[in-house]
């Protein structure tokens, strides 16, 4: 049976992209200013404030994020707690029935496999193996393991988020048919390691606000002269 690595390996079929990547970095940074890493959260905190953004915004999932921590402030109460006194606590963050049980087995599959919550071991490890081990924990997909990976772990992951997905398509990154999942192997085959993070950083940010879903703003784009979605004059 193959492993996960080698399925991603299968998954990231040759496509040629419209512009080069190095390209769409230099024009962004030019926009944006180059990125430097940060972290944002130690592992485990990431992990779960990830699960909150699932299907919500930011500013919702750290509302939620917040009150749970100020009510339960360690994760062995979250997981000691009713499972509906944590959904009610998380509820600004949306779908919280179902992120609360989620957020309550992942937090006891971490403590059975290493009895503790400090996973900043993983960083240590090959990038493959890491993710596998993220993903094979309850409700934890390749975008969320991927935002644990880059920004707490500081390893060379590439989470595709709505915006990265869209701005990856209008640019020829990626095939118009292939879905946010499909995109995480094929943009890290198509982006250096080392520039992973910064763009993941600059696509988001572009994302947010040039590049936007109802109407991207061709006009203001330093890539619009290139980029095969464009409608500025």
Excluded at 130 to 158: C, D, I, N, Q, Y
Aim: charged fraction near 25%; hydrophobic fraction near 40%; glycine fraction near 4%.
């Amino acid at each position: 049976m193959p492993s996960q690595s080698s399925k991603r390996s299968n998954s990231a079929k040759k496509h040629k992209p419209a512009l080069a990547p190095e390209l769409v970095k230099v024009r962004l940074e030019s926009v944006y200013g180059p990125i430097e890493w940060r972290p944002r959260m130690i592992a485990i905190d990431e992990l779960i404030f990830t699960v909150l953004t699932q299907n919500t915004s930011d500013l919702n999932a750290e509302r939620a994020y917040d009150t749970l921590r100020k009510s339960l402030p360690t994760w062995g109460q979250v997981i000691e707690a009713e499972t509906e006194k944590v959904a009610e606590l998380i509820k600004h963050g949306g779908l919280s029935n179902q992120k609360s049980i989620r957020i309550q087995k992942i937090l006891v599959e971490i403590l059975k496999r290493i009895g503790h919550f400090d996973l900043e071991f993983l960083a240590a490890k090959p990038l493959e193996e890491t993710r596998e081990w993220f993903t094979s924990l309850p409700g934890v997909g390749p975008k969320t393991a991927a935002v644990v990976m880059a920004f707490s772990l500081r390893m060379p992951a590439f989470p595709v988020d709505t915006h990265i997905h869209r701005v990856s398509k209008r640019l020829g990154f990626i095939e118009e048919n292939t879905t946010a999942d499909q995109a995480h192997p094929l943009m890290e085959a198509l982006i250096p390691e080392d520039d992973r993070y910064d763009m993941h950083v600059l696509l988001i940010t572009h994302g947010r606000q040039i590049c936007k879903a109802r109407k991207a703003q061709c006009e203001r784009c330093p890539l619009n002269k290139e980029c095969p979605a464009s409608t500025a004059d």
